[in-house]
């Protein structure tokens, strides 16, 4: 299973209750600092939300910054698992 944007955007707005409407989000919102304003720690909630909604599993030696530097990054990079 391919994830979407729009799943995405849905397990982000959801998991960080996010006050943002799906349509503000683009694959290319910057995910940590300007964008999201999310941090480093939820990064791995941003893995563990991965493997409870879409059953992706990410090893730990995968798991690199460049992932999480948008959105459209992350989904390319889920989309691996």
């Known amino acids: 299973m391919k994830i979407t944007l729009e799943q995405m955007k849905s397990m982000l707005i959801d998991a960080f209750n996010l006050e943002m409407e ?23 909630e941003i893995i563990v939300e991965l493997d409870k909604r879409f ?12 992932a999480f530097q948008s959105v459209g990054k992350l989904i390319e990079f889920a989309n691996k698992y």
């Open 55 to 66: 059953q992706i599993k990410i090893p730990n030696t995968e798991i690199k910054p460049e």
């Open 22 to 44: 799906p349509s503000e989000i683009t694959e290319d919102t910057i995910i940590v600092g300007d964008g999201l304003e999310l941090d480093s720690v939820d990064t791995l």
